[in-house]
């Protein structure tokens, strides 16, 4: 049998385990079981990727990676700012609609990342590159209109990205398409008065007993 390098082996790898986690759960997830569903010796996992945790975090690059790069295909070189703030919404949420295993899987390996130690730094080296990418395309949207904004980007970035994990997740437990583009839409609007500042960032005091 011909010698296949570990740089050619990675990408079978990454499909193999987000083909098998996609159906059965990262719980079962473990290199046995991936290393079986590509047809290989479990060792050449470890070879491949050190650990398991070695591969999680190549599977979560990689599902990063495809639905980034989507968005940023689908990003406007010369709409106005309200026009492409919009077009990244509905672009990521065409995601989460024709893909929600990859979203469902992104999101059980976040939360196993917060309960894995050797995980936790690839997580946050996640949530840092999604913020900084969805900071780029507003900055540049910004510059391009001749926009200013009145918050930090980063801040920006971070609203736009919670609102969105917000709407993802009841997509993927309780879907309704009618109050879904609702919320999308107030969700936008939202997003562009928070550039502008026109969206009271007062903070209100909430006790805690």
Same mark, same amino acid.
């Given at each position: ?6 740089? *050619? ?56 990676? $495809?639905?980034?790069?989507?968005? *940023? ?8 700012? *309200? ?81 969105? $994990? ?44």
């Amino acid at each position: 049998m011909a010698h296949v390098s570990a740089a *050619e082996r990675r990408p079978q790898l990454i499909k193999a385990a987000i083909d098998f986690m996609t159906r059965e759960g990262v719980a079962a997830g473990s290199t046995r079981a991936i290393a079986a569903e590509l047809g290989v010796a479990q060792a050449t996992v470890h070879y491949t990727f050190g650990t398991k945790e070695g591969l999680y975090r190549a599977v979560m690059d990689q599902l990063t990676q $495809d639905l980034v790069a989507q968005v *940023e295909q689908a990003a406007p070189t010369d709409g106005g700012f *309200e026009e492409t703030v919009g077009a990244l919404a509905a672009a990521l949420w065409r995601t989460v609609r024709e893909q929600p295993a990859s979203h469902q899987l992104l999101t059980e390996l976040m939360m196993s990342a917060l309960r894995s130690p050797a995980l936790r730094e690839a997580l946050e080296v996640h949530y840092r590159g999604v913020i900084e990418v969805t900071a780029r395309l507003i900055t540049e949207a910004a510059e391009r209109t001749g926009r200013p904004l009145a918050q930090p980007v980063d801040t920006i970035a971070r609203f736009f990205l919670a609102g969105f $994990d917000g709407l993802t997740m009841q997509r993927l437990s309780l879907p309704d398409e009618e109050a879904e583009r609702t919320c999308l839409e107030a969700f936008v609007s939202a997003v562009v008065a928070m550039a502008d500042g026109r969206l009271d960032l007062v903070p209100v005091p909430v006790p805690v007993s």
